[in-house]
C-alpha cells in the first residue's frame, strides 16, 4: 500500500515537501478552494497517468524517494479516491501500464496486488447521476481489472479473485468521505455483467495449469458469477467455458475442490444458460474423456455422501450429453462401460469395473440406479447403441426388475443372497421406472424381449396386479403417483408396456400372448376394474389403464378372424358397457373421451367382420349406441367408419333405418346434417339454402386453393387426401349401403343436400380430372387433340352435372314452397269454416253485452253518445225529455245515412228516455 501511495504521490508533480502540503489544487479562477478540492481535484489523474508514462523509466532509481514519501500520506485518502466513479477511468489506465510493466520490474507486482485490495470495496459517487454518468468508465475499468489475469504472478491473480468476490458480499466502506456516498449494492454486478471479466477470467484458465490454487479460485469465482447471472453464463459459453472448465476439471488439485467447483459451473451454465450450447461443447470426445474418467473416479473410490453425489451430477451431465445426436459417447466406449452399470446388481458380471463395487443401498445409490435406467431410454434414440445394450443384457436387468416384489423379510437380497437390498421404497420405484423404460426400449429389443419370455412376465406380473393379496403401494416416486395403497401403479406400466409391444404388429408376439390367453385376462381385468366403486370412474389412472387395455385387445383381434371370436360374447358385453357412457363425462377432462374413442376402435378392430360377434352386438343394441354417439358429433370419423364396415351385414341396415335419435331425427338425416357441418367446416360454396352456387367448384373446399406448384408422383393430390380428411366418403358410402329412395323423415333441406351427396362420386372424378388439366399446364405439357378433346369433354360432362344438380334443388324447393303455400291456404280455409260461426256469435254476445250496458246505466249512455258526437262532430243531436207521470222524454238524434236503434233506460226517478239514431 505504501508503495502505491508512492506512486501516485511522486507522479502527481512536485517535490516532498509540496506532495505533503499541496493536494489542494485551485479551483476557479479567483483561486478559491472547494470544500470537497482535496480529495476531487487535488491528483489530475490526465495529468498524473503522462507523468507515469514519462517517469516510468525513471522508478527504480527513485525507489527510496517513493518510500520516504510513503510516510507522509494518508492512506485514507488514496483508498478513497480508488473508490470514486470519476476517477476510476485514470485509475484503470495506470494500472494497465502498471501491468505492462510487471514483467520486467516485479516491484509492481505489490503495487497491483494493493490496488486491487482497494478495488474489492464499494465505489463512492458524488451524486446520485454518478453511476449512470461513469458507468461506460466503470464498465472500462472492470475490463481491465479482468485483463489483470495475464500478469504472471499468484499473488496479482489471488487478489484479483479476491476482489471479485467481494462484488457478491456487500460490507459497508470502513472509510467515507465527506460529500461522498457508497453505490448501490447491485451497482457493480450489473456494470460486471456488461464488461468482459467473466470471458477474461475463462480464458485465463488456459495458463493456470501449473498453479492449482488460482485455478480453483477461478473456478470460485465463475461459480459465483454463474450463480446468479444470465449474462455472465451467456458470455462464458461465448468463450466455450463449459468445454474449457470440462476439460480442466481433472488436472491436479491437492485440495480435491476443482472438480466439484468444476461440476458447480456446468450445472449453473445448464440452469441459467442456453442448454443446447453447453450440451454442444461437452460433446466433444475430449469432454466426454474427461466426464468419463471424473465419473469412473467417483463411483469406484468415492465412499463419502460428497462424492457419491458429485458422481450423480456428472451422471446427468452424461445424459444430457446423450440427447446429442450422434454425441461420440459410443466411440469413446463411456457408453458400453455405463451400460455395465446399468445391469448391475440385477445381473452378477465378470466385468472388472463391478467385480469390486460395492454398493450401500442408500439414497445417492438408488439416484444412481434411476438417473442410469434415464440415461437407457435417451440412449436408446440412437439405434446404434441398440448392439451395446444386447451385448448387456439389458433387456434382462429390465425383466428381473419389473418382477412383483418378493419378500425379503428373511434378510435375502434381490440377487438371492444375504447382504443389504433395496428398500421396499425403492424397489417399488425402480420397478415402475424400469416398466416405464421396457415400454419404450422393449419395442427396439424384440428379439432380446422374445427370447426373455417378456410376454410372460408381463402378464405374470398382471395378474399379479389384479390379485386380491395385500399390496401396500408407498406412491412416492413419479411414476407411482396415484398407486398409493395399492397395485394401480404396477398395472398402469404393465399394460403400457404390453400396449408398445403389440403396438408393433409383430406376429409371433401377439400369437404368443393369445396363445397364454392374454385376451380373456385382460377382459376380466377390464370388468373387473369396472366392477370397482363409483369414485374409480373419476380416476384419470384408471381411465388411462381402461382405454390401454382395449387398445391391446384391438391390435391382438384386428387382423385375425379366430381371435375376434375369443373375443366373444363377453367382449362384446364389455364394449356396450362402455358404449352406454353418459355424454356428459365426455368434455369432463379426466379422460372419459379418449376411452370412448378406444372402446370403438375395440368395436371396429374385434366385432366388426366376425359374424357371430356382429349379430351378438347387433342384439345388444349397439348399432343405436353408435349412432346415439353421432347425435352430438363425437368422434364421427372413427364412428362412421365403423358403422360402414357393419353395413356389410345385412340385419345391420334395418337397425340403422329403425333408429330415431333426439327430437325424432333418423339416420339418414343425421347423416345429412353431419355432411352439411361438415361442408361449412371446409368452406364448400353453397348459397342459404344449401344449393350448389358455382357448377364448376362443386365439392371444393376453400383449403383445396389452386397451387402453382406441381405434384410429385408419389404425393396424393389434394381431391385423393380429401377423400380421408373428412367425412363426406364415409356419408357417401354409408347412402350407397343404405339407397338415395324412400328414405323417410327427410326434410327440404335433407332433401337438397341428399342431391349432391348423391353425384359425390360424380363430382369427385370431375374434380381429379380437372386436377389432371392443371397438373398438365403447370408443367407445360400439351396434350394431343383426342386427348385435349377427352379432358374438355370430362370438364362440360362435370358442369354439366353440377348444373343439372342445382336446378334439382331449386327444383325441390320451389315444389316445397308451393307445398307450403297449399297447405297455408288449406289451414286458413279449415279455420275460417270451422271456427267463423263461432266468432259470429262472440261478436253478437259482445253487441248484446253492449246494448244492455247503454240501457241499464245512464252514465254509460252518456259515454257512448258523446263519443259518437266526438267521431262525427256535425251530426245535429235532438233532445226531447218527457217525465214519467203523464211525460215521456223522447230524444231524436239525427244523422245521416245511419241505421235505427231503439235503447230504453228505466231510471229510478220511473223515467223512460227513447233514443231515435
Given at each position: 500500500m505504501l508503495l502505491l501511495e508512492s506512486l501516485i504521490s511522486v507522479y502527481c508533480g512536485g517535490d516532498k515537501n509540496k506532495h505533503h502540503t499541496s493536494y489542494e489544487c485551485p479551483s476557479g479562477p479567483d483561486n478559491v478552494k472547494s470544500p470537497r478540492s482535496q480529495f476531487t481535484t487535488s491528483i489530475v489523474y490526465p495529468s498524473a497517468f503522462s507523468l507515469f508514462r514519462n517517469k516510468v523509466g525513471n522508478i527504480m532509481s527513485h525507489w527510496d524517494r517513493f518510500a520516504k514519501t510513503a510516510f507522509h500520506l494518508t492512506g485514507s485518502s488514496l483508498t478513497a479516491r480508488f473508490q470514486i466513479l470519476k476517477e476510476l477511468s485514470a485509475i484503470g489506465r495506470i494500472l494497465n501500464i502498471c501491468a505492462e510493466r510487471a514483467k520486467a520490474h516485479p516491484e509492481y507486482v505489490s503495487v497491483l496486488c494493493d490496488a486491487l485490495k482497494i478495488c474489492g470495496l464499494p465505489f463512492l459517487k458524488e451524486r446520485a447521476s454518478d453511476e449512470i454518468a461513469y458507468a461506460y468508465d466503470v464498465k472500462e475499468f472492470l475490463s481491465v481489472m479482468g485483463c489483470l489475469m495475464r500478469v504472471p504472478s499468484v499473488e496479482v491473480r489471488h487478489e484479483l479473485c479476491s476482489s471479485l468476490k467481494s462484488f457478491y458480499s456487500h460490507v459497508a466502506p470502513r472509510h467515507l468521505l465527506d460529500g461522498f456516498h457508497p453505490s448501490n449494492p447491485g451497482y457493480r454486478l450489473q456494470v460486471l455483467e456488461q464488461s468482459c471479466v467473466a470471458e477474461t477470467m475463462v480464458l485465463s484458465m488456459a495458463t493456470l495449469e501449473d498453479q492449482p490454487a488460482v485455478r480453483l479460485l477461478v473456478l470460485h469465482t465463475l461459480q459465483m458469477m454463474t450463480s446468479t447471472s444470465d449474462a455472465n453464463c451467456a458470455q462464458i459459453l461465448r468463450a466455450r467455458g463449459a468445454e474449457t472448465v470440462c476439460l480442466t476439471m481433472n488436472q491436479a488439485d491437492p485440495s480435491g475442490q476443482a472438480l466439484f467447483r468444476s461440476s458447480e459451473v456446468l450445472w449453473n451454465l445448464l440452469e441459467r444458460g442456453c442448454r443446447e450450447a453447453v450440451t454442444r461443447q461437452l460433446s466433444t470426445m475430449q469432454c466426454i474423456l474427461a466426464?468419463?474418467?471424473?465419473?469412473?473416479?467417483?463411483?469406484?473410490?468415492?465412499?463419502?455422501?460428497?462424492?457419491?453425489?458429485?458422481r450423480n451430477d456428472l451422471l446427468v451431465i452424461t445424459t444430457l450429453i446423450a440427447q446429442i445426436p450422434k454425441s461420440p459417447l459410443i466411440e469413446s466406449l463411456f457408453a458400453?462401460?455405463?451400460?455395465?452399470?446399468?445391469?448391475?446388481?440385477?445381473?452378477?458380471?465378470?466385468?472388472?469395473?463391478?467385480?469390486?463395487?460395492?454398493?450401500?443401498?442408500?439414497?445417492?445409490?438408488?439416484?444412481?440406479?434411476?438417473?442410469?435406467?434415464?440415461?437407457?431410454?435417451?440412449?436408446?434414440?440412437?439405434?446404434?447403441?441398440?448392439?451395446?445394450?444386447?451385448?448387456?443384457?439389458?433387456?434382462?436387468?429390465?425383466?428381473?426388475?419389473?418382477?412383483?416384489?418378493?419378500?425379503?423379510?428373511?434378510?435375502?437380497?434381490?440377487?438371492?443372497?444375504?447382504?443389504?437390498?433395496?428398500?421396499?421404497?425403492?424397489?417399488?420405484?425402480?420397478?415402475?421406472?424400469?416398466?416405464?423404460?421396457?415400454?419404450?426400449?422393449?419395442?427396439?429389443?424384440?428379439?432380446?424381449?422374445?427370447?426373455?419370455?417378456?410376454?410372460?412376465?408381463?402378464?405374470?406380473?398382471?395378474?399379479?396386479?389384479?390379485?386380491?393379496?395385500?399390496?401396500?403401494?408407498?406412491?412416492?416416486?413419479?411414476?407411482?403417483?396415484?398407486?398409493?395403497?395399492?397395485?394401480?401403479?404396477?398395472?398402469r406400466y404393465c399394460v403400457r408396456a404390453l400396449r408398445s409391444m403389440t403396438a408393433l404388429e409383430d406376429e409371433l408376439l401377439s400369437q404368443d400372448l393369445c396363445d397364454q390367453g392374454a385376451i380373456g385376462q385382460l377382459l376380466g381385468v377390464l370388468m373387473q376394474m369396472e366392477d370397482g366403486t363409483p369414485e374409480e370412474d373419476q380416476d384419470p389412472i384408471g381411465l388411462e389403464i381402461k382405454s390401454d387395455i382395449q387398445l391391446v385387445l384391438?391390435?391382438?383381434?384386428?387382423?385375425?378372424?379366430?381371435?375376434k371370436e375369443l373375443f366373444g360374447a363377453e367382449g362384446v358385453e364389455m364394449a356396450v358397457h362402455f358404449l352406454k357412457m353418459s355424454p356428459e363425462k365426455f368434455h369432463s377432462g379426466l379422460g372419459h373421451n379418449r376411452l370412448i374413442l378406444s372402446t370403438v376402435d375395440c368395436v371396429w378392430s374385434c366385432i366388426v367382420g366376425c359374424y357371430t360377434t356382429e349379430d351378438y352386438f347387433l342384439a345388444r343394441?349397439?348399432?343405436?349406441?353408435?349412432?346415439?354417439?353421432?347425435?352430438?358429433?363425437?368422434?364421427?370419423?372413427?364412428?362412421?367408419?365403423?358403422?360402414?364396415?357393419?353395413?356389410?351385414?345385412?340385419?345391420?341396415?334395418?337397425?340403422?333405418?329403425?333408429?330415431?335419435?333426439?327430437?325424432?331425427?333418423?339416420?339418414?338425416?343425421?347423416?345429412?346434417?353431419?355432411?352439411?357441418?361438415?361442408?361449412?367446416?371446409?368452406?364448400v360454396g353453397r348459397d342459404q339454402h344449401g344449393r350448389i352456387s358455382d357448377p364448376t367448384r362443386p365439392l371444393l373446399s376453400c383449403y383445396q386453393a389452386v397451387s402453382d406448384t406441381s405434384f410429385s408422383a408419389g404425393q396424393p393430390s389434394p381431391a385423393v387426401l380429401?377423400?380421408?380428411?373428412?367425412?363426406?366418403?364415409?356419408?357417401?358410402?354409408?347412402?350407397?349401403?343404405?339407397?338415395?329412395?324412400?328414405?323417410?323423415?327427410?326434410?327440404?333441406?335433407?332433401?337438397?343436400?341428399?342431391?349432391?351427396?348423391?353425384?359425390?362420386?360424380?363430382?369427385?372424378?370431375?374434380?381429379?380430372?380437372?386436377?389432371?388439366?392443371?397438373?398438365?399446364?403447370?408443367?407445360?405439357?400439351?396434350?394431343?387433340?383426342?386427348?385435349?378433346?377427352?379432358?374438355?369433354?370430362?370438364?362440360?360432362?362435370?358442369?354439366?352435372?353440377?348444373?343439372?344438380?342445382?336446378?334439382?334443388?331449386?327444383?325441390?324447393?320451389?315444389?316445397?314452397?308451393?307445398?307450403?303455400?297449399?297447405?297455408?291456404?288449406?289451414?286458413?280455409?279449415?279455420?275460417?269454416?270451422?271456427?267463423?260461426?263461432?266468432?259470429?256469435?262472440?261478436?253478437?254476445?259482445?253487441?248484446?253485452?253492449?246494448?244492455?250496458?247503454?240501457?241499464?246505466?245512464?252514465?254509460?249512455?252518456?259515454?257512448?253518445?258523446?263519443?259518437q258526437h266526438h267521431y262525427n262532430p256535425s251530426a245535429p243531436v235532438y233532445i226531447t225529455l218527457h217525465t214519467h207521470k203523464h211525460k215521456h222524454t223522447h230524444t231524436h238524434v239525427h244523422q245521416h245515412k245511419r241505421t235505427h236503434k231503439h235503447t230504453y233506460l228505466n231510471t229510478n226517478t220511473h223515467k223512460h228516455v227513447k233514443t231515435h239514431t
Open positions: 466426464l468419463k474418467e471424473a465419473f469412473l473416479h467417483q463411483l469406484l473410490r468415492g465412499s463419502r455422501q460428497y462424492d457419491l453425489q458429485l458400453k462401460q455405463l451400460v455395465v452399470f446399468v445391469t448391475f446388481p440385477e445381473l452378477k458380471s465378470h466385468n472388472p469395473l463391478v467385480r469390486n463395487l460395492k454398493l450401500t443401498y442408500n439414497s445417492e445409490d438408488f439416484e444412481m440406479k434411476t438417473l442410469l435406467l434415464n440415461w437407457l431410454v435417451c440412449m436408446s434414440k440412437d439405434l446404434s447403441a441398440l448392439q451395446l445394450f444386447r451385448e448387456g443384457r439389458v433387456m434382462l436387468a429390465l425383466l428381473t426388475l419389473a418382477k412383483a416384489p418378493r419378500n425379503h423379510g428373511n434378510g435375502q437380497s434381490p440377487r438371492g443372497g444375504a447382504g443389504r437390498h433395496w428398500s421396499s421404497g425403492q424397489q417399488e420405484a425402480l420397478q415402475l421406472q424400469a416398466l416405464a423404460t421396457l415400454a419404450l426400449v422393449g419395442p427396439l429389443l424384440v428379439e432380446d424381449y422374445t427370447s426373455c419370455q417378456g410376454n410372460t412376465c408381463l402378464l405374470l406380473l398382471l395378474e399379479w396386479c389384479a390379485g386380491q393379496d395385500t399390496y401396500f403401494g408407498q406412491g412416492h416416486s413419479f411414476h407411482g403417483a396415484g398407486g398409493r395403497g395399492s397395485k394401480k401403479a404396477q398395472m384391438s391390435a391382438l383381434c384386428e387382423t385375425d378372424l379366430h381371435r343394441e349397439g348399432v343405436f349406441l353408435l349412432l346415439d354417439l353421432l347425435s352430438p358429433a363425437l368422434h364421427a370419423g372413427v364412428v362412421l367408419a365403423t358403422l360402414l364396415d357393419l353395413c356389410d351385414n345385412p340385419k345391420t341396415l334395418s337397425h340403422v333405418m329403425t333408429w330415431t335419435g333426439s327430437g325424432g331425427r333418423t339416420a339418414p338425416a343425421l347423416l345429412l346434417l353431419l355432411w352439411r357441418e361438415e361442408e361449412a367446416e371446409l368452406g380429401d377423400l380421408s380428411e373428412n367425412l363426406r366418403a364415409k356419408v357417401f358410402s354409408i347412402f350407397c349401403k343404405l339407397g338415395f329412395h324412400d328414405l323417410h323423415g327427410l326434410s327440404t333441406t335433407d332433401h337438397v343436400t341428399l342431391s349432391i351427396v348423391k353425384r359425390y362420386l360424380d363430382f369427385k372424378v370431375g374434380e381429379v380430372w380437372g386436377e389432371v388439366t392443371q397438373e398438365l399446364a403447370l408443367e407445360g405439357v400439351r396434350p394431343v387433340r383426342p386427348d385435349a378433346a377427352a379432358l374438355e369433354a370430362m370438364r362440360r360432362i362435370a358442369e354439366d352435372t353440377a348444373s343439372r344438380v342445382a336446378e334439382e334443388q331449386s327444383a325441390i324447393l320451389e315444389r316445397q314452397e308451393k307445398d307450403d303455400l297449399t297447405q297455408e291456404e288449406m289451414v286458413y280455409n279449415e279455420v275460417r269454416n270451422t271456427e267463423g260461426k263461432g266468432w259470429q256469435q262472440e261478436l253478437n254476445t259482445e253487441a248484446w253485452d253492449q246494448y244492455v250496458s247503454r240501457t241499464s246505466d245512464y252514465k254509460v249512455l252518456q259515454v257512448g253518445t258523446s263519443n
